[in-house]
């Protein structure tokens, strides 16, 4: 199958993973799982997870732009809608149809019991479960961006995921950090409450560990992930244990793996060698000099490698900065526009 370059032309699916934090409904719904814990010393729960400035918008846009090639792109939330419709009406008529909503009780069908749940690591362990998804698919974080026209073979090459990222070596020290702080704060100072935070990192080892592997892990940063869904399902289907301790928890728990790496350490054991660098600009503006948002933009409008663009914590940034951002990539959503209809 490997050699059969017709894999190339099976249809991919977009999924993206949005809430919107500002709902009082959702901010209801998190209130009465908190069980009378305070909500900042809880790091899976923290309110800035949770918060939308509309980047939503402009991640299905930017698919819609520069991958023509979707077939369908899903929008994964908990009875929420982000409201698309007229701007995709407005800039893609002909794309309406390929744009879905999908539920949480959809995708956590048999699992009902574990919603409602605040943790991406739990909903990223279900988006294979769609109605319908394409085998191979990209799953895009909502504060995720295509800034340029991408191909099919950016992600799958004869059927497999491209791996964005590379190899580092088991993080002993972070783990070591992690036991310790835990140490700390529940046996010395008495908080029973304390949870360490869920590192990135650790979350990613954990993924490695599991998957088999014990002195090296395959690190990724923030660009939209290719997935095949058959490796989640076949996974989860011979560990219905694991995968029932992993999406029990509500927030976002140290002791989850990451999901989305532990795919990639499963592609990898089993002799995928499609992996290439990043291609990514990652921008996390808060509490940066003035002039960090114009940097990071002319470092994209220089480095044409450059693909993708992540922007973590947009709401921790003031409307100024915000403003520039999206009114950058609105000029890059129209300028390509301009040049596709000539």
Known sequence: MENDSANDNQAIDVVISWVDGNDPDHQKKVDAHLDNRVRKFIPGAHPTRFRSVNEIKYCVLSVFTFAPFVRNVYVVSDEQNPGLYDDIRRYFPDRLQSFKVVDHKEIFKGYEKYLPTFSSRTIESMIWRIDGLSDNFIYFNDDSFLIRKTETSDFFIRGKPVLRGGWLPSPWPRTLWAAFQN???????????????????????????????????????????????HTAKHFFEKKPGFFEDHVQHRFKNH???????????????????????????????????????????????????IKFLCVQSMDLCNKEEQDKVFMWLEELFQKSRSVANH
């Not at 990135?200 to 290719?226: E, I």
């Not at 291609?279 to 960090?292: F, I, L």
């Open 255 to 305: 002791k989850q793996v990451n999901f989305i790496s532990l795919l990639y350490h499963i592609e990898l054991k089993s002799g995928n060698k499609y992996i290439s660098r990043p291609d990514v600009a990652y921008v996390n503006p808060t509490g940066r000099s003035e002039g960090y948002i114009d940097k990071k933009i002319e470092l994209c409008k220089r480095e044409e490698r």
């Open 183 to 229: 140490l700390i704060q529940k046996s010395l100072l008495r908080n029973k409450d304390f949870q360490p935070k869920p590192s990135y990192h650790l979350g990613q080892w954990l993924a490695a560990k599991l998957a088999g592997f014990r002195f090296r892990y395959f690190y990724f940063n923030h660009t939209p992930y290719s997935i095949n869904k």
